[in-house]
């Protein structure tokens, strides 16, 4: 189920509840069993959903309303806030700090718009007054280094990358070093993907972040993954130990698929999200707005 589906499923839930003329426990209850059953088929973790529904209960707390107390709005807002809680985990994600090099790795399938969101990236904290810079440690696809490149002058972003070395370790420490030097303060490593999960991939993984020791490491997820989001971030997350998650698409029809599955999986918080192909199409993700336009 795409995530647009679903926000249509938990609204008409709730409209039909408080639309309806006989607005009792019963009925209060039903929402709450049509909610969960949404969330359970987008594949939300089944513990999460549990917390959701105890949570509405106890908010709502049916059973001592108050006389006169507008019901209708105190559901709504009580699955609001839960479902913001949701794709809230909590968990600061990673900063960096002017006046020091801060190494950021993005990790992700082939596809998934790593190469792309590494510029906006770059983009976006240069314009911020960070010294940005690019490294392409994508010695498998070919073409990946002349795509990095293009982008980069584009946005006239330094770049490091190597034609010849195969090794994506070695372009990635080369690179990393050199930049380290020139004292660049926001380092962004491109990593290659592969069109699925393979050992292949995870082993890269682990040897481009043992030669850059990345302060931070970013999963990119295309919104339109859906019901794999789960197990592939979950997968991702246990070997490379991602702290942020980046959505890109979001702007397509899944407007931002998967995305409650993976920070629910990995409780990694969305950091940002990818809203078009140009450079400036990058924002920052904030769990209200998104809830808000989930619903609709
Ligand atoms: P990579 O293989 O993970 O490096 O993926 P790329 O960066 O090459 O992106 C794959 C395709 O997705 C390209 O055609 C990008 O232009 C496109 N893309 C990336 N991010 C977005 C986005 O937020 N919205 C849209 N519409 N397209 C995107």
């Known amino acids: 189920m795409v995530l647009q589906d679903l926000g249509r499923r938990i609204n008409a839930a709730v409209s039909d509840l408080t639309r309806s003329s006989n607005l009792d426990e019963k009925a209060f209850d039903g929402m709450i069993k049509e909610i969960c059953a949404a969330l359970l088929e987008a594949d939300v973790n089944v513990k999460l959903v549990g917390n959701l529904r105890k949570s509405i209960k ?4 049916f059973k001592e309303l108050a006389p006169g107390v507008n019901k209708k709005r105190l559901i709504q ?12 985990p909590h968990a600061e994600p990673f900063k960096p700090k002017k006046g020091r090099s801060n190494v950021i790795m993005f990790v992700g399938l082939q596809g998934a718009g790593k190469t792309t969101t590494c ?9 911020r007054g ?10 498998f696809r070919a073409g990946a280094f002349d795509q990095l490149k293009q982008n980069a002058t584009k946005a006239k972003i ?3 990358g190597s034609l010849t070395q195969t090794d994506p370790s070695i372009v990635a420490r080369e690179g990393v070093e050199q930049f380290k030097k020139e004292r660049f303060e926001v380092i962004i490593v491109d990593t290659s993907g592969r069109h699925r999960q393979e050992q292949d991939l995870f082993d890269e993984m682990v040897q481009i972040q043992r030669a850059v ?24 997350k246990e070997t490379a130990d991602f702290g942020a998650i ?9 407007s931002g698929g998967g995305a409650i599955s993976a920070v629910a999986a990995t409780h990694t918080p969305i950091v940002f999200i990818g809203t078009g192909e140009h450079m400036l199409d990058l924002e920052r993700f904030s769990p209200q707005p998104f809830v808000s336009k989930l619903l609709g």
Do not use: W
Request: hydrophobic share 40%.
């Open 58 to 61: 106890q908010t709502v707390n």
């Open 77 to 88: 807002k009580a699955v609001f806030d839960e479902l913001v809680k949701l794709v809230d």
């Open 119 to 127: 510029t906006k990236l770059a983009r976006h904290y240069q314009s």
């Open 130 to 139: 960070f010294r940005s810079c690019l490294v392409c440690a994508d010695t």
């Open 158 to 160: 330094p770049y490091y």
């Open 213 to 236: 020791t990345p302060d931070q490491t970013i999963m990119v997820l295309d919104a339109s993954i859906g019901q794999q989001a789960e197990a592939q971030s979950k997968a991702f």
């Open 246 to 254: 980046i959505i890109t698409k979001t702007d397509g029809n899944a």
